[in-house]
């Protein structure tokens, strides 16, 4: 059963989250392009002038337009903010999905993933404002580790190395916001499996933390680590094609969204992980629920 | 300042790219050669300063040498004590506190105290000080005080004045002060105002946003620093000693207006020869990448700026990159030597370093070789130089020159241009800067506009042309004080009258222009013969006029490139060709910066263009990106 919970058995499933993220960031995206279309839309080139080398176009319409790019940039801040508590439901689709195949039955089915998840829902939603809450106060206390070990070095060490050992003394904190993190997909494994309240869910997680602390975060670190670079590579493809257009500006969609697709890809595959991850902590001493066959 | 780069950094040092081969700036000007060797000395200066780090003050001592250079004999003296600008919070300076750099008062106030004042003669010395005038009736500032002289001193006649004072400087300020064991010395002595050719003083307080104006002369000054401490000041050392507990350095330079300097404790240095001038780049510990990217900036710029405005006259130039905390010392300019700023950790996609010390170098030709009166007129130093900045820093990086990632660059004079656009109604570029009313309007105007501008005429006119206008005028006015007059006198040689009267619209005359593209028609078929008709209107909004080209695009994805001379209000362009006119885009090469908007430049027979696809994939990726990391 561990074994068998894997993000490549569940193909469709993270094609769906993809799909969720692209639907969700194209509406964020819509206030930019209303505005962008509004002000260039009618130009015989359309938008190129604002890619222009230089930015001049860029620059002239961002003061132009600065109460209109502040309205869409506040706008497309609340869409990703109720896209993120939405996204809960099809996070628990996924956790579902897989836990639901590595039990040997065909598909869940869209309406049985979707009940599975709102079940988590509550669970869910009070982890987020917990380990939320958790990781605030440890990346709070990063800065405030790195201000004072600046303020406290300064004198000695000049500025340079006094903000280097500040950020020395502000990496266990940060380290904490990443463990928090763990913790939390670890929880939401625990919950959406063993359909546990947020409570149990984090203790369970927190077990199976303990049991392989080192195995798990490695497990969360080298996918971290490895999902920038897709960012980097299509960093890497806009320097090169800049703001051209046509074929130019398919590739570099195709670049972008190869890119988002890779990195919810190894997301999945870290979830897989916290699913067999916290397997070894079952309260109940059950790997799957007989009711999802 | 550098704070606001801490959002965009972890985006700027991805996908950075690849600087471009810098622009050779072409041969020098023939008249080089008869470039003025030496300035008119006035007012030469022989100082002793000690710097006591325990009390954070400097005594000083010495002589003033000074030659009525006018023609009308001198019945007065004014002497700048600029220090006394942060001696409480009612002198001018503190009071007018109209935002930007100096804004916040210092931790702890500085101030300049003049021990003695003596007017030598062959018979002795005669004490000025009991009659010396701090400040004027019902007038709190006492930065610029009037000394009555007991006789005349008749034109080409020349005395020697010994002084003392006493320095405390203030934390730092509004590039003077000290910080820890840092010290920046900058307006630390008494300093003789600028004597005009018709024996009048241009003396003024120090106002917040005002510069400098003084003759030139010839700097002597010993600094005397505790062992340990490493010196960088206004020209070459000529004797070092150490001994005692203390180092003792003589640093000269002639052809020069001002003197300053500092001392660490802990400065680093990185030396290199750039064009037979001896550079030394002083930086902190832990800023060994920046330094080398100040240096990089003056390799270019050095060479650059000499064959544009005429050869760097002195042998050293000293470049000093105080931390980011001591950042009001930052980015400022006194003969042979300047100061930079940005923090140790800029990534190298963000130009901060480099458009600093260009900047920054700049003011060696614009205050310091011309020597304007940057009170008065402070466009011509800051602005001409911002526009020296752009250029210089557009033919070293190209269209990257501010910041280059994800296949955006951004340029200098694309910044300068949208900056300088938003205070144009507000009040007029050339005047006087106590006269502005606030600290981003002098901004905007002084340097963004007039840089925009002057980028602009080398946008209609040629870049050459704007060259040989600039490199004429600093060249011919070096060491000469000149004023507006001298700079539109020089536009009008090389552009014409036409371009003058242009510039001095804009200058004084808060000028503005606007090109658009108004109504665009195209026949519904077309003629028999197959051609189609239609026009397109482009208009000029605003005072100012330029020659411009306008671009008509046909269905077919041609375009023809027209031309207006830009007089009148309009322009309609006849369409005849064998597509139907689709649209039409004024100024397509982006070579009028002071364009007021941009968005109206183009438009599109039924309205319907290419509508905005790449917003459209560049937003949505970002909003994926953004999504992922804060999302579930």
Known sequence: MEAAIRARRNARAVAGLCAWQAVIALLAACPFVTLAQAVYGRAPAGDAPLWREGGLALLDALWHEAHGATAAARTAAAILIAGSVAGLVPLGCLLATMIHRAGGSGPLGLPRALLRAGQAFPAFAILLVLLGLGQGLAAAGAWAAQSLGEAWTRGALGEARAQQFGVGLALPFALSVAVLGVLHDLSRAAALRFRLPALPALVTAGRAL???????????????????????????????????????????????????????????????????????ADPRKVYFDPSDR | MPSRFVVITALLTLGVEADPPPVAPGPPPAFDERLADHADDVADYSLRATLDPATHSIHGEGTIHLRNASAAPLRELWLHLYLNAFKDASSTFMRERVGGRGSEAPREWGRIDLRRLALRSATGARDLLPSVELHRPDETDETDARVPLPSEIAPGESVDLEVAFDDAMPSIVERTGYAGTFYMVGQWFPKLARLEPDGTWAHFPFHHLSEFYADFGTYDVTIDVPAGYVVGATGPVVERREEGGRVRERHVQADVHDFAWTAWDRWQTLEANVDEVDVKILYPRGFDAIARRDLAAVRFALPYDSLRYGRYPYRVLTVVHPEDAAREAGGMEYPTLITTTSPWWTPPSVRLPEIVTVHELGHQWFYGLVATNEAAWPFLDEGINQYAETDAMGAWLGSGSASSALGLSLSDAAIQAVAGDRGVHDEAVAQAASSFSSGADYARLVYSRTAAL????????????VARALGDYTRRFRFRHPGPQELVDSFESVLGREASATLRGALFDKGWVDYAVDELRSDAGPAPDGSWSGSALVRRRGTLSFPVEVDLVAADGSTRRERWDGHGD????????RAALRGAVVDPEEQILVDQIRENNQGTVDGAGSGAPRVLERAAYYMELALQAVGP
């Open chain 1, 210 to 280: 303990r049991r392989h602390p080192a195995a798990v975060v490695w497990a969360w670190a080298w996918r971290s680590g490895a999902s920038l670079l897709p960012v980097a590579g299509g960093a890497a493809v806009a320097a090169r094609l800049g703001g051209r257009g046509g074929t130019a500006l398919v590739v570099l969609a195709l670049a972008h969204q190869a890119a988002a697709a890779s990195r919810v890809a190894l997301r999945a595959s870290w979830l897989a992980r916290a699913l067999r991850a916290v397997g070894t």
């Open chain 2, 454 to 465: 002057i980028a602009t005429f080398a946008g209609v006119y040629g870049e050459d042309a």
């Open chain 2, 570 to 577: 309009w322009k309609r362009f006849a369409w005849h060709g």
